[in-house]
């Protein structure tokens, strides 16, 4: 039975939040981080409210989270297409998958033509183990190589994508693929952000939210990945992040109230900025967990 993941994360944000703010005005920590602009008794006017993608989102979708980092470009945060001739097995194939998605995502930010290409045909190849028909693959890459500068367009274009995707693995009764894929894909997002853009001796507040922000997707992830039980390497797999998402609740992410709004149809929060209780040390588990994690999904 397929969940309607978009309502279920709009659901768990809005009692999240709503709980927020029927905190006591007096809370007992002290942010470790914050993005929230310093008051100012001058009236410069309303505050530039910033968005952050809360669904769960397909592996590009996912990799413009940090589209707006300015993160320098570095192969070396990649899979390398090499290894795609060594993932025999379904489910290696298919973590993949979603793992190349996001490596061909963060290649096109960078315009860097002949490698994306050389990831295009890779995610072609290593699909087609999966038994996955040519055009459900490549005609959305297609689409977003002339689109590619609107963030809307290629959103639309990857939520149908991924959602035509399920539908054929379902009516083939594998549909544990795409859930391997799309936990794929989330990892390799948080690998690439933990490694290039989280920088332990000059942290950046957003990057650090955007960051942070993740504990919300990577619950959404879990929920999700439950419909596939039957599958025992979805098991596996869903055991390791059950065992990531307790250092995410080990903090909190507050907004201002009445500061937040939730856009439902484009799956975005806009807020002018949070504080965050999380701390680097817990940041540095993540990076070295997520690290770990992503090792173990790309070796053969």
Not at 257 to 263: S, V
């Amino acid at each position: 039975m397929k969940v309607n993941i978009y309502l279920l994360l709009t659901f768990v944000f809005l009692i999240t939040f709503s709980c927020r703010k029927k905190a006591p005005e007096k809370i007992s920590f002290t942010p470790v981080f914050s993005t929230l602009s310093e008051n100012s008794s001058a009236d410069t006017g309303p505050e530039t409210k910033y968005e952050t993608y809360y669904g769960l989102l397909t592996p590009v979708e996912i990799c413009s989270i940090f589209n707006r980092l300015g993160v320098p470009y570095n192969n070396a945060a990649l899979n390398p297409v090499s290894n795609s001739d060594l993932y025999m097995s379904m489910a290696k194939a298919a973590v993949n998958t979603g793992i190349y998605g996001v490596d061909f995502g963060y290649l096109k930010m960078f315009g860097l033509g002949q490698e994306v290409i050389n990831y295009m045909v890779t995610i072609r190849r290593i699909s087609g183990k999966l038994g996955i028909p040519d055009y459900l693959m490549l005609n959305p890459l297609k689409q977003i190589e002339s689109d590619i500068a609107d963030p809307d367009t290629v959103t639309a274009l990857m939520e149908k994508a991924f959602s035509d995707l399920e539908n054929h693995l379902m009516r083939n009764e594998r549909e544990s693929i795409a859930g391997l894929m799309l936990m794929g894909g989330w990892v390799e997002a948080m690998f690439i952000a933990t490694q290039l853009a989280y920088d332990h001796e000059n942290p950046d507040p957003v990057v650090i939210q955007k960051i942070a922000e993740q504990k919300y997707t990577l619950k959404s992830l879990l929920s999700f990945m439950k419909n596939y039980y039957d599958d025992p390497v979805v098991v596996y797999y869903t055991k390791k992040l059950k065992f990531l998402n307790n250092y995410f609740d080990s903090f909190d992410i507050f907004f201002k109230p009445g500061d937040l709004e939730i856009d439902t149809l484009k799956k975005v929060l806009r807020s002018s900025g949070a504080d965050m209780t999380i701390t680097l040390p817990t940041l540095d588990i993540i990076k070295d967990y997520v690290a770990k994690l992503r090792t173990e999904m790309v070796s053969p």
